[in-house]
Nanobody
């Protein structure tokens, strides 16, 4: 499986960005998908995940109410809409495929995309 993320960039605090991740291979429809992020000097952090059906979504506490994860099975693509961005959201964002069993377990990782939020 290959995951190709895009949509990162530089944005001012309070602004919005939408990340996209296209998943190649015949795994998208049978896999949960999610996003993690890692800021310099910090541990990797769970951001959001969505289950195989697209009807269940889960968020890290730091992004609840600001970020929305969604997926389009026809395009094998998962999205992360990020609103009300804060400087502390600055990180490399990674898309993943995995399973959700009470919590999200990533199994495959894409390359990261940089998100920088200026104050």
């Amino acid at each position: 499986v290959q995951l190709q993320a895009s949509g990162g960039g530089l944005v001012q605090a309070g602004g919005s960005l939408r990340l996209s991740c296209t998943v190649s291979g015949r795994t998208f429809r049978s896999s949960a998908t999610g996003w993690f992020r890692q800021a310099p000097g910090k541990e990797r952090e769970f951001v959001a995940a969505i289950n195989e059906s697209g009807y269940g979504s889960y968020y890290g506490n730091s992004v609840k109410g600001r970020f929305t994860i969604s997926r389009d099975a026809a395009k094998d693509t998962v999205y992360l809409q990020m609103n009300s961005l804060k400087p502390e959201d600055t990180a490399v964002y990674f898309c993943t495929v995995g399973v959700y069993r009470g919590r999200y377990f990533p199994a495959g990782w894409g390359q990261g995309t940089q998100v920088t939020v200026s104050s």
